[in-house]
């Protein structure tokens, strides 16, 4: 799965609801801890309409630029919607269950009472779209070639899954390296299915702009390079009335146009050059709509409540640099981002402060730890910090006038603990070198937020020089781990697992185009980690990632941010979508055009 999907949805979930003590059965869908949600013979999922009309056209939009429809491998920037809408996968996520996962290539598995291995069994009916089977050999070539030339991502995910072996035409095995990881059956469920025949004749390893074969229900049937993406539904998509897809995939149409940043987008949202836009700036949804479309009734805005944990989204410090690998210089620098003052006077107010990595669910750590943490952390006492046991994890508070005197105060006693301290208006070590670093950018819209998290470190004599680039090359030099502090988003979904290897621990921190942006490297933080995917039960699950919470929380490897526990929605009215929706997704791909909508609107705009 790339990585960046996995950063605007939902994460893996795994193992089978049950196992027989000596012989696998097959079974048609996967859940964590529990049972499934939906029968065997389910005809569609409770959140969608299985009568959506299918037809028309929506128009997203995307910002900075795309060179390559291969979405597998580091290299190149690929078009936006395209893992989603033209790959295939083994399993199908429902999004109205925190852990489950349906039939979609594969009609059945099974799991191996030792849990070292699962089998798929193919559907006979799964084509690619010109036609030809989707075998066990695309399955296991798939897998070899993601983990040998796709993205570094792969190759941390399916760690733990040492080899793939077809027992026949449509009938594929995973071995297993552990039977206590918990997710491996889902992880490898997950795994897009690519053509053999077809990458045979075609380099995997480079970008590319020839659309390549699939087996998905949308193609991109025109494209600008950089400019704008067309996809439209497969008329004879082999898996369009499966029970994971009913009341899906309704658009004849999707296209993305690309803008240069998002004030652009917005303006041309409100001038109808697209149709449905997602918002992710406060003082946006607050005026930002404001005129006569939404005066009129044209443009809806909504607020769509979910139960999606909302994870981690901060200031990140580098820890590959110098400067901030003195943990009270990190929670020293966390005292001079005034929160209160950003939410009220930037953002209406609308936010809450992120005090966990695993925000908004019950994986976050709260109080002091209980027995049950305790059993886990006391084995680290000494090489975690102190405050872990003896104080409950607070995110510095001001005031929200702008005055962080206070602030100031405990920042300033931090840093000079740590050998840093002000001279002639100036923040120096021993050395006499000033205290200075770049925050790096690819959004402008984020200027408003760290310029007076700058202005406020210059008032101890820092130095943070804020710089924006396009996002190309803040992507490139994300990859390359080339920056001092920048703004990070670890996603987190209701049952962690494999990526938090990505995220976190020590491996990654040294692969380029790894997860670990921050570069942490603790044995005590890969030990959590692989305590949480080797987690039995649900009970232990929540225990051992609120264990992880702590120690990530008190290393003060960012200066969290916020988050919010709902969807912000701006759509111009010519849609209908479900009366339902789903706690753990939007779920734009159960939407449809209405006609009568449309037709209404166009008239009233005349």
């Given at each position: ?322 400067l901030f690998q003195d943990r ?60 872990v046991f003896t104080k409950v ?151 051992r990632t609120r264990a992880l ?58």
């Amino acid at each position: 799965m790339n990585r960046i999907l996995a950063l605007a949805s939902a994460v893996a979930v795994a193992l089978l609801c049950a196992a027989t003590p000596s012989l696998a059965q097959p079974r048609y869908g996967l859940s964590l801890f529990g049972d499934l949600k939906y029968p065997q013979n389910f005809k569609h999922f409770d959140y969608v309409n299985p009568n959506a009309p299918k037809g028309g056209m929506v128009k997203y939009a995307a910002t900075g630029t795309f060179d390559s429809f291969n979405p597998f491998i580091l290299k190149g920037v690929p078009a936006a919607g395209i893992t989603s809408l033209m790959f295939d996968t083994l399993m199908a996520s429902s999004d109205d269950e925190p852990a489950s996962s349906y039939g979609l290539i594969a009609q059945s598995v099974e799991i191996a009472p030792d849990k070292k291995s699962v089998i798929f069994n193919l559907r006979p009916q799964a084509k690619f779209w010109d036609g030809t089977p989707i075998t066990a050999a695309d399955v296991v070539w798939t897998f070899d070639a993601l983990k040998s030339k796709g993205n570094p991502y792969y190759r941390l995910y399916y760690a733990d899954v040492i080899k793939a072996e077809a027992l026949g035409s449509h009938r594929v095995k995973f071995i297993f390296r552990t039977g206590t990881n918990r997710e491996l059956p889902t992880i490898v469920g997950e795994m897009p299915v690519l053509s053999k025949a077809y990458w045979s004749t075609h380099d995997f390893g480079k970008t590319t702009l020839t659309v390549p074969l699939s087996s998905g229900p949308y193609k991109i049937v025109a494209f600008g390079a950089g400019r704008y993406v067309v996809y439209r539904r497969v008329a004879n998509y082999w898996g369009k009335d499966l029970p994971v897809n009913v009341g899906r995939y309704n658009f004849n149409e999707i296209r993305y146009d690309y803008y240069h940043d998002q004030s652009v987008a917005l303006e041309a949202f409100k001038a109808g050059a697209y149709d449905i836009r997602l918002e992710n700036v406060a003082k946006n949804w607050a005026i930002g709509y404001d005129g006569p479309a939404l005066s009129a009734g044209w443009i809806k805005k909504e607020e769509i409540p979910n139960k999606v944990p909302q994870g981690m989204q901060a200031f990140g410090f580098n820890l590959r640099r110098k400067l901030f690998q003195d943990r009270r210089v990190r929670e020293a620098l966390g005292y001079l981002f005034n929160f209160e003052w950003t939410n009220k006077t930037l953002f209406y107010g609308a936010y809450k402060r992120t005090e966990s990595y695993f925000a908004n669910s019950d994986l976050a750590s709260s109080g002091l730890p209980g027995p049950d943490e305790l059993a886990i952390l006391d084995q680290y006492r000494g090489r975690i910090p102190d405050a872990v046991f003896t104080k409950v994890f607070k995110t510095p508070t001001t005031n929200g006038n702008g005055d962080i005197r206070p602030n100031i105060h405990e920042a300033l006693k931090l840093l000079a603990e740590a050998g840093w301290t002000v001279k002639d208006g100036k923040m120096v070590n021993a050395q006499g070198q000033q205290f200075r670093f770049e925050f790096l950018l690819g959004q402008p819209e984020f200027e408003r937020v760290v310029l007076p998290f700058a202005q406020n470190l210059a008032r101890i004599g820092i130095v943070c020089n804020v710089r924006t680039v396009d996002p190309a090359q803040y992507q490139n030099r994300m990859n390359n781990f080339d920056f001092d502090m920048t703004v990070v988003v670890f996603p987190e979904g209701p049952s962690p697992g494999n990526e938090q290897r990505d995220y976190w621990t020590s491996p990654s921190a040294d692969q380029v185009g790894g997860g670990n942006l921050l570069g942490i490297k603790s044995k005590v933080v890969d030990d959590l980690v692989n305590l949480v995917i080797d987690a039995p039960d649900r009970r232990s699950l929540v225990t051992r990632t609120r264990a992880l919470d702590r120690v990530l929380l008190e290393g003060y490897y960012v200066i969290p941010n916020w988050y919010l526990p709902y969807f912000r929605v701006a759509y111009w009215d010519k849609f209908g979508r479900p009366k339902t929706n789903p706690p753990y997704a939007l779920a734009l791909n159960t939407w449809w055009y209405d006609r009568a909508r449309a037709t209404k609107l166009a008239a009233e705009r005349k």
